[in-house]
Nanobody, 120 residues
Framework: QVQLVESGGGLVLPGGSLRLSCAASRSIVSLNPMGWYRQAPGRERELVASVTSGSSTYYADSVKGRFIISRDHDKNTVYLQMDSLKPDDTAVYYC??????????????WGQGTQVTVSS
């Protein structure tokens, strides 16, 4: 069982920055991958970024060059640094983590979501 708690969302002006945090209730060493989805009203859920336990990363084309994902194993936390924010980035951002048990069964855990609003 894994609990994920997000923080860091809010209202920001276009061009501004936010850093989202996702704190896990246990060591994240075996959570592979971890990352962030987002969902805006009327739009499909979108994988924004992910990072493996070996620090390999994935970014959606829409955020490449603006967002950076990282994981801190000492703090059991994953971060999403978001720069040069645009109104199109407005969405609820959800942290997720995948845990594989000793039988090889993979289960995905989700945070409660944090609202990011980019508006003037």
């Amino acid at each position: 069982q894994v609990q994920l708690v997000e923080s860091g969302g809010g209202l920001v002006l276009p061009g501004g920055s936010l850093r989202l945090s996702c704190a896990a209730s246990r060591s994240i060493v075996s959570l592979n991958p971890m990352g962030w989805y987002r969902q805006a009203p009327g739009r499909e859920r979108e994988l924004v970024a992910s990072v493996t336990s070996g620090s390999s990363t994935y970014y959606a084309d829409s955020v490449k060059g603006r967002f950076i994902i990282s994981r801190d194993h000492d703090k059991n936390t994953v971060y999403l640094q978001m720069d040069s924010l645009k109104p199109d980035d407005t969405a609820v951002y959800y942290c997720y983590a995948v845990l594989e048990d000793f039988r090889g069964v993979r289960r995905t855990y989700w945070g409660q979501g944090t609202q990011v609003t980019v508006s003037s």
